[in-house]
C-alpha cells in the first residue's frame, strides 16, 4: 500500500524523529519527503509505502503518535489523494 501522510501543528523538537519512528515500527518506506516551517508553524508531506497492513490500524497508529506529539497526522491512501486532485 502507499500512502500520503501529511503531519500539520506548532515546530518543536521531535516531530520528525517520532513520526519517522513510528513508520519504521510500521515497517513504512519513506518514498518522498518535504517539510517545511513557516511562522513557527511545521507541515510535512510524505509519500511512504508499507507491507500488507490494515490501513485502519496504519492511520490509527500515526493519529495516536501524532496526539502524543501534539501534531495532526492525516493518513490517505495514494489512489484516493490523486483522484481528488485530477483536474
Given at each position: ?21 513510528t513508520?519504521?515500527?510500521?515497517e ?16 510535512m ?5 508499507t507491507?500488507?497492513?490494515?490501513f ?6 500515526l ?5 502524543a ?19
Amino acid at each position: 500500500m502507499r500512502a500520503v501522510v501529511t503531519v500539520v501543528g506548532a515546530d518543536k523538537i521531535g516531530i520528525v524523529a517520532g513520526v519517522t519512528a513510528t513508520l519504521a515500527e510500521l515497517e513504512a518506506n519513506i518514498l518522498e519527503i518535504s517539510q517545511t516551517l513557516m511562522s513557527g508553524a511545521f507541515t510535512m508531506m510524505m509519500l511512504v509505502e508499507t507491507k500488507e497492513i490494515d490501513f485502519q490500524v496504519f492511520q490509527e497508529t500515526l493519529g495516536e503518535k501524532g496526539k502524543a506529539l501534539g501534531v495532526s497526522i492525516h493518513v490517505q491512501n495514494e489512489a484516493i489523494f490523486n483522484a481528488m486532485h485530477k483536474l
